[in-house]
């Protein structure tokens, strides 16, 4: 079975953006995480914040110049 579960942060600070999103992802560690990040947060910090909190989590990460989009909408820094 897949289980899709998105999340966003605007947070400023790259921890609390990881707290954020982790929050949001639920008590069961995901096989993949897709994180794409805006320049106000380099996309290493994000995946490193990532990686400690699911260390058996495959990452993938990215970059976008203007904002991010979920089935939540755009969110734009």
Known sequence: MVR?????SVAKDCE???????????TTAPDLIVVY????HPAEQLIDGLAARYPHSMLQGGTSCL???TDQGMHVQ
């Open 67 to 69: 904002g991010v989009m």
């Open 37 to 40: 990040a805006s320049p106000e």
């Open 4 to 8: 899709i579960v998105t999340s966003h």
């Open 16 to 26: 609390a953006a990881v707290s954020e999103l982790t929050a949001n992802l639920g």
